[in-house]
């Protein structure tokens, strides 16, 4: 009997020292410096009102909102980018449970939140954060640097349509549709009589299916040949069909070269980081980004795979977060358009952009021959260039060109007097007669303007702190995050991760 009183005792003491080590609570396991405070705090601080208004009153309980962003601020700064990976957390790491209340929401909860109810949301709450670093201190809206990434899209990498090869179909049924009408008209003269000519351009489903019908009806009674007959029913069960689902992929395409089936907004772009290192092309989108101080500043979608057109709705997008533009933009050669250069100017912003030749201009190694027409002397009072021996070339004539960005280009022609017998006419052309070349005047000035801002003092600084104010971000995001690759499909849910992934980079920064 008195073993088992000691015993008991003994149990109560071990119980009560027991009772000491365990925490009172999640709270006292999270250090003060933690990064998942640092979300909590901010996210709790951010006006989440248009976000409320999207949930109705009534009915069963849901999880709030602030709490659910907080979830996914953290997860994404966390590295976990998926809904079931996400749910796992909320019930197995300290710092989702202290973050969430010891909610658990399951994966289709968040996805639904992520997806559906952030849409034309988050793009608010990331601006509230960058104005917090703005008031700390710690960020600038006044200068900006500018670079871009393409991103994989999650849909399938070969479930491509071409833009060329819908354009060569239309083309091949036009080409026959033609020859079975001129066909038709040596058998029958009469019944295709017409004063009015029959032409196919453009062509679409309705005038493809009335024209074979048409065809159809002349030759019922007259013999054709086996080929001929084979081929219209062929017309007439298949072709009216696929020009009506052409001319909807093209409206898919919009101007695009390509799209995915399964991500119909992705466009196949070449990626750098293709496991296979032979360029492969894949389904993609490209985020833009600008920085300040490895801070970013505005993010956008894109599906166009060069830099050049995203410029001007990237700053159209700064410019609607904060109610200005900023004072300057740095950006790379991939920016440097005669487009953009004059939306610079037109916006009153300093723009340190070079043009695709500045930085081998600088260091000597311009791979284009030394007569092209850039390095020739241009004579401005006299409005002449000078060819490689002397001699002037004269104004020719004047042509406009439309391009893809939308701009009406003017060139100006120029053309030598004699080229005959000149000592160094192998090198400079081989055209048959005297040279000519096309010279646009706006363009040349604006580059020789942007070229005055990025040699200046001033200029020599931006460039020298780009590369390292918003190249890491993009390898922070891409290898220390891991994210290569979008979860959701769409540019409206992909906007929302590059969204998610912009405010957690700017809360990891802030909390580091």
Known sequence: MKQIKRTNVRFKEYAQNQLMLIPLSLDEM??????????NQVIDRIDLDPLFARFKGGGTSSYHPR???????????????SGRRMEAALKENIHFMWISGMNQPDHNTINRFRGERLKGI?????????????????????????????????????????????????????????????????????ELKDPSPMTFEPIDAQKVADTVNKINEALKDKPVSKKVSQKLKYAEKNWPKNIEKYDQQEKILNGRNSYSKTDPDATFMRM?????LNGQLKPGYNFQISTNDQFILNYSIHQHATDTLTLPSHLQGFHSLYGHMPDTVTADAGYGSESNYLYLEEHFIRGFVKDNYFDKDQHGSDPRHPFVADKLFYNEEQDCYYCPMGQPMTRKAESTRTEKDGIVRRYTSYQ?????????????????????????????????????????????????????????????????????????????????????????????????
């Open 30 to 39: 999270i250090e003060s410096n933690h990064p998942v405070r640092i979300v």
């Open 67 to 81: 709490m659910l962003l907080k979830v996914l601020v953290y997860s994404y700064l966390s590295n976990i980018y």
């Open 122 to 190: 988050l793009k608010q709450v990331f601006r509230q954060v960058v104005e917090l670093l703005v008031a700390e201190g710690l960020v600038s809206l006044k200068e900006a640097y500018l670079d871009g990434t393409k991103i994989e899209s999650k849909a399938n990498k070969y479930t491509f349509v071409w833009g060329r090869s819908i354009k060569t179909s239309k083309e091949r049924i036009k080409k026959q549709l033609e020859e079975l009408w001129q066909y038709t008209q040596k058998i029958v003269q009469e």
């Open 272 to 276: 750098k980081e293709d496991h296979m």
């Open 416 to 512: 030598a007097q004699n080229c005959q017998g000149c000592p160094l006419r192998g090198m400079c052309h081989k055209a048959s007669g005297n040279r000519i070349i096309e010279v646009n005047h706006r363009l040349r000035k604006l580059k020789a303007k942007a070229r005055e801002l990025l040699l200046s003092e001033e200029g020599i600084k931006h460039r020298k702190k780009r590369p390292w104010d918003v190249e890491p971000v993009f390898g922070n995001i891409k290898y220390n995050k891991g994210f290569k690759r979008f979860m959701l499909v769409g540019c409206e849910k992909v906007e929302i991760e590059a969204g998610l992934l912009s405010i957690a980079h700017n809360l990891s920064k802030w909390s580091s």
